[in-house]
C-alpha cells in the first residue's frame, strides 16, 4: 500500500560523490519523517540521516560534514547527498519513512535498499 523505492546507489572511488533519493507513493495522509540508514556485511543496520517534518536533521557521527539529506514534501522524496566517500562508507542504503495512512495511524516503511560501493 505504501512503497519507497530508493535510487542513485553505484560504484565510486574515494572522494567521490553520489546522490540518493527516496520516493514514497501510495496510501499517504502525511510523512512525518524520513531518513537514510545503512548495511555493511557484518553489521548491523545504522542511522545515517534524518528529516523530520518540521525541518529538523540529524546525522551520525561518521557522516557529519560529509553528507547532506534534503527532502521535497510535495514529492515526498527525500535525498541524501554523499560527498567524500569512503570505503567505509559501503553499505546497502535503506530509505525509511514514518508515514501516517489514516490520522494518529503511524507507521514505519523501508526501501528495499540501494548499494554504495566506494572503492580505494
Known amino acids: 500500500q505504501v512503497q519507497l523505492v530508493e535510487s542513485g546507489g553505484g560504484l565510486v572511488q574515494a572522494g567521490g560523490s553520489l546522490r540518493l533519493s527516496c520516493a514514497a507513493s501510495g496510501s499517504i495522509f502525511s510523512t512525518n519523517a524520513m531518513g537514510w540508514y545503512r548495511q555493511a556485511p557484518g553489521k548491523q543496520r545504522e542511522l545515517v540521516a534524518t528529516f523530520t517534518s518540521i525541518g529538523t536533521t540529524n546525522y551520525a557521527d561518521s557522516v557529519k560534514g560529509r553528507f547532506t539529506i534534503s527532502r521535497d514534501n510535495a514529492k515526498n522524496t527525500v535525498f541524501l547527498q554523499m560527498n567524500s566517500l569512503k570505503p567505509e562508507d559501503t553499505a546497502v542504503y535503506y530509505c525509511?519513512?514514518?508515514?501516517?495512512?489514516?490520522?494518529?495511524?503511524?507507521?514505519?516503511?523501508w526501501g528495499q535498499g540501494t548499494q554504495v560501493t566506494v572503492s580505494s
Open positions: 525509511n519513512a514514518r508515514i501516517r495512512t489514516i490520522p494518529t495511524m503511524d507507521g514505519d516503511y
